[in-house]
Every structure is written in C-alpha cells, then in structure tokens.
C-alpha cells in the first residue's frame, strides 16, 4: 500500500452523481449510493475516498477509483 499523501485539488474531488456521469461503464447510481452507505465496513471511510463535510459527501475520484478497480 502506497503511504504517501497525495494534495488533494478541486478537480479531484466531485459529487457522486458526477461520478457516475463521467464513468457510466464503471457505476451506476445505486451502486455508488451502496458503497458510500456501507463505506465503514468496505474500507472507503479508511482511504479517504468518501469526504462528508455538513452533511454533504463528496467523492476524491482519484482513490474512489483505484479501490474499486482493484
């Protein structure tokens, strides 16, 4: 596992649904809902991938991703 801490800029980060919009083949709505609803036990809370900031969740694309491609 990669310990370096990659900066996070304003293009990485998104919305779910724009997500889903730039990668159709990968998501679909339920499926990204699913994954951020049960991030605790998947491990994307760990990663860093889900960011919830006053009670909105936004997505890091880069590391939403490389997790789930893996």
Known sequence: MDTTIQPTTLTDVCLPKVLVKENPELFTDSQ??????TRHKNGLAETGAVLKISRKIYLKKSIFVTTQRK
Do not use: A
């Open 32 to 37: 990204i809902n699913w994954l951020i609803k």
